[in-house]
């Protein structure tokens, strides 16, 4: 497996400049949300999502409840990317 690594900025936080399809974002890394299947979350806007999902590039996966810290809960459309 290859090896990578990015400084952290100085509030701790890691910032990489990445493509989801053929999308280049810049995304904030959380290390803690890796799946027991190596796969790693991203949370997007509803453009981005949308525009991957246009050009053939997302496989739609259902939909999943996000709880914010205000305990505030919303459903969101999820789906798979090359990242």
């Known amino acids: ?3 990578v690594c990015w400084p952290a900025a100085a509030d701790g936080r890691y910032v990489v ?13 959380d290390s803690g949300l890796v799946d027991p299947h190596g796969q790693v979350g991203f949370e997007i806007d ?3 999502f949308d525009g991957l ?3 053939g590039q997302l496989l739609r996966a259902g939909r ?3 709880s914010d810290s205000s305990g505030r809960t919303v ?4 789906g798979f990317v090359s990242a």
């Not at 990445?18 to 280049?24: D, E, F, V």
């Not at 459903?75 to 999820?78: A, R």
């Open 1 to 3: 497996m290859t090896r």
């Open 17 to 29: 400049d990445i493509a989801l399809g053929t999308m280049a974002c810049r995304v904030m890394l």
């Open 46 to 48: 509803q453009l981005l």
């Open 53 to 55: 999902e246009q050009s």
């Open 64 to 66: 999943r409840r996000r």
């Open 75 to 78: 459903w969101l459309g999820t």
